[in-house]
């Protein structure tokens, strides 16, 4: 994919881009999709989210080599994750294809490219985390996702963060 194609979809339409790329990776690997609704339902928060600093602290929390570091609930000070959440994702993390953590991580890489910053012009930093992602996508044969739907969202919208919409109504997954 060229991503030029994306210079004019908004930060929020393009971490939508790479959710909806995560969904893709699930399927692929023929996940049981259930399970991996909470992570989902946390991630597409940030299409409507009114403080992106939290999601990026919620998102650090469930990142699956961030959660796994600690064995038991009790051993890190989680500000956004209840116990039973922790114990869940502790659960579900145990033997994941690696290639589901990067994917995870590259979203928040990609969500978290202009915090405290401004996007300038087309958003550089965020393009680059994209084009990680499209390039982890392709080289693992991962399908990607359609752009049309993602199109709407525009980089000239709330000075490149584009407005808060729903994201759930791209989701393959959250919408079966």
């Known amino acids: 994919m060229d991503t030029n194609n994306l210079k004019n ?90 290639k589901i953590s990067h994917i995870i991580r590259q979203i928040f890489y990609l969500g978290s490219s202009h915090s405290y910053s401004v996007i300038i012009d087309y958003g550089q930093r965020s393009l680059e985390e994209l084009d990680k992602l499209i390039k982890f996508m392709v080289d693992n044969c991962f399908p990607l996702p359609d752009i049309e739907p993602f199109l709407k969202y525009s980089i000239e919208e709330n000075k490149g963060w584009g407005n808060k919409f729903d994201g759930t109504v791209l989701s393959k997954i959250l919408n079966q």
């Open 9 to 98: 979809i908004s930060l929020n339409g393009r971490v939508a881009y790479g959710i909806s790329c995560f969904e893709n990776v699930l399927l692929s690997l023929k996940c049981d999709v259930s399970n991996w609704k909470m992570v989902l339902e946390y991630m597409w928060q940030f299409t409507s989210s009114q403080d992106l600093e939290a999601w990026n602290d919620q998102i650090a929390e469930i990142i699956p080599e961030n959660l796994l570091e600690f064995k038991t609930y009790e051993e890190h000070d989680f500000e956004y994750l209840e116990e039973s959440q922790f114990k869940y994702l502790y659960g579900l993390y145990q033997n994941i294809d690696t």
